[in-house]
C-alpha cells in the first residue's frame, strides 16, 4: 500500500512550503517518483519540489516532527535508487539550478540540483572546469559526496577533492556551512561519505582552466579486448596527468560486442595523439572518434549509451595492477552477459588522485590504479535475478585482485556499505553521523549508521 500522510499534515506541508508537493493520489505523483534505474519502484508519503533553502528546512522539520525519514534528491542518477524511499519525504532538490562563477579566484558556487552538464556549460563560458562525472545528467551533489571520478580526475583529483565548501540543511533543521575552517568534521565527511549528514543545497569548487581537449572512442571487434587493454595498461602506467583512459566492453547495434578505448587529454603536448596512435596501430579499427572537441561535447560522449529508463545493477572493485588473469576474467565475464546490453569497464584512476593523503577525505581508495565494474542492464524485469547473480558472480571473481575497497558511486540497492570503508574510516563516519544526524532521520543513501553512544 502507497504510504500516505493524515489529511491535516498534507494541508499543513503545502501552507508552509512555495513549492510544489505531490502526493500518492495527486496528477504528477508517479512521474515524480521515477528515477533512472528503472529498476527502483519506491512509493514515497511525500515529494516536496523544493523553492529554496526554506523550502528544504521547512521539509526536514516536518519529516523530523512526525518520524518519517527522508530522502534527498538532486540528479537521480544513482544506481541504488537512493534518491527515493518508500514512506519517505522525498526532498527534490530540482529547481536549485544556479550556477556563479568567479573567474578571477576560479570558483564556482552551484545549487544542489544543478546536473553536471549544465554546470559545465556555465563553467565552459569562461573556458574553467571542474572534475565531473562521465555522463552529463548525473547531479553534481551526489557524484562529489560520493568522492566523484571523471576525465579530470588525473590532473585535478576527484570531485571532492575540489569542494572548497558546501551549504547543508542538518537533521535539526538548521542550516550551516561546512568547509575547512567551519565544521571540519562534516566537511570531511561530505567528501566522500554519501548524502548521510544532510540536505547539500549548495557547492563551492575549485575552477581549473580546460579548453578544447582531445577526446573520443576508438572501437575495435571484442575479439581484441585483451589487446586493447594490454595497450590499456601499458599506456596508463606510462601516461602524465593530463591523459586519462578507459576501457570498455560495451553492446554492438547486432546484439554482439565491441571493445572500445577511451582517451581524453587535456594538455598541449600530443600525448592524446600518441596514445591514440598506439591503439590504432592493434590494427582492425571499426570507429575513431578521436579529436579536438569542446569539453562539454566530451563530458556528453556517453550520455545515449545510458539513457533513462533501463534497468541497472552494478558491482565495482578497485585492483592495483591489471594482470593478465585480471584481463581473462574480464573476457569471460563478457562472454557469459545474460543481456546483450551489459557492461564491462576499467576507469583508471591514479595521478593527482593518488597524491591526496588518504586521510584527507572520506574516499580514501587512492592507491588503487584501476576501478574495474561490471554494469548490468536489460530492460526485461524477468531478467533481474539472473542480472545482478553475474555481476555478483564476476566480482567475486574479481576479489582476489582488489584493494578490497569499492565505490560507495557505484553500489546497488541492498550492499553493504561498510565495504567502501575501512574499519577505522567507517566508525569515524558514524561518530560523525551521530552529531549531525543522531536518529538517521536521512537514510535513504548508502546508508552509515549513526554511532552507538
Not at 536549485?96 to 563553467?123: M, N, P
Amino acid at each position: 500500500m502507497t504510504p500516505q500522510i493524515e489529511i491535516a499534515d498534507r494541508d499543513a506541508l503545502k501552507s508552509l512550503l512555495r513549492g510544489t508537493v505531490h502526493l500518492p493520489d495527486s496528477d504528477g505523483y508517479h512521474e515524480a517518483r521515477q528515477v533512472w534505474n528503472a529498476m527502483i519502484d519506491r512509493y514515497p508519503a511525500a515529494i516536496v519540489c523544493a523553492s529554496g533553502v526554506a523550502d528544504v528546512m521547512t521539509a526536514v522539520q516536518f519529516a523530523a516532527e512526525r518520524g518519517l525519514p527522508v530522502a534527498i534528491r538532486c540528479g537521480g542518477h544513482n544506481v541504488a535508487g537512493t534518491s527515493v524511499g518508500d514512506g519517505s519525504i522525498v526532498i527534490d532538490l530540482a529547481r536549485f539550478k544556479s550556477v556563479r562563477v568567479d573567474r578571477v579566484q576560479r570558483k564556482a558556487c552551484a545549487g544542489g540540483g544543478v546536473l553536471w552538464g549544465e554546470y559545465d556549460h556555465e563553467t565552459q563560458a569562461f573556458g574553467l572546469a571542474s572534475p565531473g562525472g562521465a555522463i552529463s545528467t548525473t547531479g553534481i551533489a551526489g557524484l562529489t559526496l560520493g568522492g566523484g571520478y571523471g576525465y579530470l580526475s588525473r590532473r585535478y583529483g576527484m570531485a571532492c577533492d575540489n569542494l572548497i565548501s558546501a551549504d547543508v540543511v542538518t537533521a535539526a533543521g538548521e542550516f550551516i556551512t561546512a568547509s575547512a575552517d567551519s565544521h571540519p568534521d562534516l566537511f570531511w565527511a561530505l567528501r566522500g561519505g554519501g548524502g548521510n549528514f544532510g540536505v547539500v543545497t549548495s557547492l563551492e569548487f575549485q575552477l581549473h582552466p580546460v579548453r578544447e581537449p582531445l577526446g573520443g572512442l576508438i572501437v575495435f571487434p571484442f575479439e581484441m579486448s585483451k589487446a586493447v587493454l594490454q595497450r590499456l595498461r601499458d599506456l596508463s602506467l606510462e601516461a602524465s596527468d593530463n591523459l586519462a583512459t578507459m576501457f570498455a566492453i560495451i553492446p554492438s547495434p547486432d546484439g554482439g560486442k565491441f571493445a572500445a578505448a577511451v582517451v581524453s587529454d587535456i594538455g598541449k603536448e600530443g600525448e592524446g595523439d600518441r596514445a591514440a596512435q598506439a591503439f590504432r596501430e592493434l590494427g582492425s579499427v571499426l570507429l575513431d572518434t578521436v579529436a579536438p572537441v569542446s569539453y562539454c561535447t566530451m563530458q556528453r560522449q556517453v550520455d545515449v549509451s545510458y539513457p533513462k529508463g533501463q534497468r541497472h545493477y552494478w558491482k565495482s572493485s578497485f585492483v592495483k595492477t591489471l594482470s593478465d588473469d585480471v584481463i581473462d576474467l574480464v573476457i569471460e565475464a563478457a562472454g557469459s552477459a545474460p543481456s546483450p546490453l551489459n557492461v564491462i569497464m576499467v576507469e583508471v584512476y591514479g595521478g593527482a588522485v593518488a597524491r591526496v593523503p588518504s586521510d584527507a577525505t572520506a574516499f580514501e581508495h587512492r592507491d588503487a590504479l584501476f576501478n574495474l565494474s561490471f554494469l548490468a542492464i536489460s530492460n526485461d524485469p524477468a531478467n533481474d535475478s539472473e542480472q545482478r547473480a553475474w555481476a555478483r558472480e564476476n566480482w567475486q571473481k574479481a576479489l582476489p585482485y582488489s584493494t578490497g575497497g569499492a565505490y560507495v558511486n557505484y553500489m546497488s540497492e541492498g550492499e553493504d556499505v561498510h565495504s567502501a570503508y575501512s574499519d577505522a574510516r567507517f566508525q569515524r563516519l558514524a561518530a560523525i553521523k551521530a552529531k549531525y544526524d543522531p536518529t538517521n532521520l536521512f537514510r535513504f543513501n548508502q546508508n552509515i549508521p549513526p554511532a552507538r553512544k
